[in-house]
Structures are given as structure tokens and as C-alpha cells.
């Protein structure tokens, strides 16, 4: 497996969970690291990502409730997401970006239910 990503579950409306993302070792020279997420009968859409020079960028209704960030661990980020909202629910799909192109980790499950 390339790329490990964990964290998902279930939470109430207004609530947290933290996902995280590793790279394998086998991946070389990242540019960017980050989560997509997709519900059924939807395209994929970005969530938020990160680039090797600490760059990140949100999709709008991420900003100001999610938080990406690059862990001291090599090849790992982690996604922290506050005040999540039914709307947020989906399958989020870590990926990494290396000399153009892109490795794609396991789905995770988050529902946002009450």
C-alpha cells in the first residue's frame, strides 16, 4: 500500500475528526499531499491539499473549519476537521502528487449524522 490513510468514522453534526495520510517510502519527491472527497453520484472534489513548500489551499466550505498540515513524520499529513456538518459526509481519498503523477490511498468513510 503506497498510501495509508485512517481517521475516519462517524460524528454528530458540530463535531471533529482528524484523518491522517502516510506515503510510503517507495513514493519519492512529493509536491503535494491532500484529501478529495466524493458521494455518491458526484465527481471527486478537493477537500484541501498542501504542497512540499507548505503552501495549502481549501476547498470554500473547508475554510476556516479545516485545518491540512504536514506531520513531523516523513511522508505524512493530516487533515483536521471542526464543526462538521451533514453536507460533509462522504468518502475522502488521500492522494499524493510525485513528478506528475498522482498515487490515490484507500477511501475513508466519514458520516456526519445525529
Known amino acids: 500500500v503506497q498510501l495509508q490513510a485512517s481517521g475516519g468514522g462517524l460524528v454528530q453534526p458540530g463535531g471533529s475528526l482528524r484523518l491522517s495520510c502516510v506515503a510510503s517510502?517507495?513514493?519519492?519527491?512529493?509536491?503535494?499531499m491532500g484529501w478529495y472527497r466524493q458521494v455518491p453520484g458526484k465527481q471527486r472534489e478537493l477537500v484541501a491539499d498542501?504542497?512540499?513548500?507548505?503552501?495549502?489551499n481549501y476547498e470554500d466550505s473547508a475554510k476556516g473549519r479545516f485545518t491540512i498540515s504536514r506531520d513531523n513524520a516523513p511522508n505524512t499529513v493530516t487533515l483536521q476537521m471542526n464543526t462538521l456538518q451533514p453536507e460533509d459526509a462522504a468518502v475522502y481519498y488521500c492522494?499524493?502528487?510525485?513528478?506528475?503523477?498522482?498515487?490515490w490511498g484507500q477511501g475513508t468513510q466519514v458520516t456526519v449524522s445525529s
Open positions: 492522494y499524493a502528487l510525485s513528478n506528475g503523477r498522482i498515487y
Open positions: 517510502r517507495s513514493i519519492f519527491n512529493i509536491n503535494a
Open positions: 498542501i504542497t512540499s513548500d507548505g503552501t495549502t
